[in-house]
């Protein structure tokens, strides 16, 4: 079955600099990539998602790369604000199965 | 407004009690899914659900079991609750359908606290 790791664990950057969170898949037949931001007590919140046919998505400060051939994928937040203060998960959807795989999640700290 | 709703939100039971955690969704989705969360940490699938009479085990052991008797409602009952049925549960649905993945939509989630 599908397996999904996600790294780093916790990232601690500095106000207005760049956070990038990353991820890896086994199965070649997942082809939905989607992002959940957690706020502290709040439930997990899509924030971003990619599909297989595209190699990389933006929402403002928000971006999402895929390279299927390397099976991995990342986050992006430029420009990062005390609200980017969360845990992020990221995921995988096989074709086979549409049971989503969730990464173990990255505890994200914007720095003052 | 379409949601997943989720009573109760906070619970301290004690030891040995029966306890439901209520979950209704008024997305129209077909498929539903149970995970149990510590705080901020991995979300583990228990149980989940892609239509009525359907119910399936998910990745984590679970003491609990879980009934799809109408398309919008998905209990989780614990028979004997312990204190390591602690957590969070968060009920959560999707689409059926398509060959491209579906978006999983999260409840606000029931704190479980057994004492």
């Known amino acids: 079955g599908e397996n999904v790791e996600q790294h780093p664990s916790t990232l601690s950057v500095q106000e207005g600099d760049s956070a990038v969170i990353k991820c890896t898949y086994s199965?070649?037949?997942?082809?939905?990539f989607p992002w959940y931001k957690q706020e502290l007590g709040k439930r997990p919140q899509l924030i971003i998602d990619i599909r297989s046919n595209v190699g990389e998505k933006k929402d403002q400060r928000i971006a999402v790369t895929l390279n299927k051939t390397a099976k991995h994928f990342s986050l992006h937040i430029t420009e990062t604000q005390p609200e980017d203060s969360a845990v992020y998960f990221c995921a995988a959807s096989p074709v086979s199965d549409d049971k989503i795989i969730f990464g173990k999640g990255t505890r994200l700290h914007i720095l003052p | 407004e379409a949601d997943i709703y989720q009573t109760p939100r906070y619970l301290v039971i004690g030891t040995g009690k029966k306890i439901t955690l209520e979950c209704s969704q008024t997305?129209?989705?077909?498929?539903m899914y149970w995970y149990q969360q510590d705080p901020g940490m991995e979300l583990h699938l228990i149980h989940y659900s892609y239509g009525v009479n359907s119910t399936e085990k998910g990745d984590l052991s679970s003491e609990s079991t879980v009934s799809r008797i109408r398309t919008e409602h998905f209990p989780l009952t614990l028979e004997s609750a312990r204190p390591s049925h602690t957590s969070q549960y968060l009920c959560?649905?999707?689409?059926?359908?398509?060959?491209?993945?579906?978006?999983?939509?999260f409840g606000e989630g029931s704190w479980l606290t057994v004492v």
């Open positions: 997305m129209g989705h077909d498929k």
């Open positions: 199965d070649s037949a997942s082809n939905y």
């Open positions: 959560a649905s999707s689409e059926s359908g398509g060959t491209s993945g579906n978006t999983i939509y």
